[in-house]
């Protein structure tokens, strides 16, 4: 069973850079059809999409964060990594990573979710 | 404010059946299927349905999904206290070139 974990500081300062790890087990992130997702809900608000990353590198971000958000994949750990730049108040939030089922068989959708992590942008 | 549009609440009582609904446009409903998510406080979300209608495996039939134009719904029939619960809708927007949620229903039982 596909499993996510995220992990990370909780507490980043205001104008610095936000790093989290999402670790996959139960199962390979080298599939070529999947991609890895990032998702985040701030306090009292909906959920919203950051960006994905694929096993072979390619990243696609949500336009509203592009300019600040860098997404990668390490393959030898099953791991993929959220960096987000020049935090504020407003990146308060429970970072979810997900999987994006893909292709003939698949659930196509966010599917799992790891448990989420709260980061707290504050000085 | 979320691209898609869902009640912020509804209720029912046990064993009713109720319907929550999602609206978007052409760009994202219109042109894409719509998965749900089921999210209890604390927890992470869990999908209940995809490609509009589809159940993943342990999700119960109670659960059923349609979409139609612009819109989009989840029905839960014979309701129970555990689906006391937020629930979500998304989709791909084309316009925005990025995939979009809605604001969650919160459902009462």
């Known amino acids: 069973q596909l499993q996510l974990r995220e992990s990370g500081p909780g507490l980043v300062r205001p104008s610095e850079s936000l790093s989290l790890t999402c670790t996959v087990s139960?199962?390979?992130?080298?599939?070529?059809?999947?991609?890895w997702d990032w998702i985040r809900q701030t306090p009292g608000e909906g959920l919203e999409w950051i960006g994905n990353v694929y096993n072979s590198g390619f990243t696609h971000y949500n336009p509203s964060l592009k300019s600040r958000v860098t997404m990668s994949v390490d393959t030898s750990k099953n791991q993929f990594s959220l960096r987000l730049t020049s935090v504020t108040a407003a990146d308060t939030a429970m970072y979810y990573c997900?999987?994006?089922?893909?292709?003939?068989?698949?659930?196509?959708?966010?599917?799992?979710w790891g448990q989420g992590t709260l980061v707290t942008v504050s000085s | 404010q979320s691209v898609l549009t869902q009640p912020p609440s509804t209720s029912g009582t046990p064993g009713q059946r109720v319907t929550i609904s999602c609206s978007g446009s052409g760009s994202n409903i219109g042109s894409h299927s719509v998965s749900w998510y089921q999210k209890f406080p604390g927890t992470a979300p869990k999908v209940l349905m995809y490609t509009g209608s589809q159940r993943p495996s342990g999700v119960p039939d109670r659960f059923s999904g349609s979409q139609s134009g612009t819109s989009a719904s989840l029905a839960i029939s014979g309701l129970q206290s555990e689906d006391e619960a937020d629930y979500y809708c998304?989709?791909?927007?084309?316009?925005?070139?990025?995939?979009?949620f809605g604001g969650g229903t919160k459902l009462t039982v």
């Open positions: 997900a999987r994006h089922g893909r292709g003939p068989g698949a659930v196509e959708a966010f599917d799992p």
């Open positions: 998304a989709t791909w927007d084309d316009s925005l070139s990025a995939w979009v």
């Open positions: 139960g199962g390979s992130i080298s599939s070529d059809t999947d991609c």
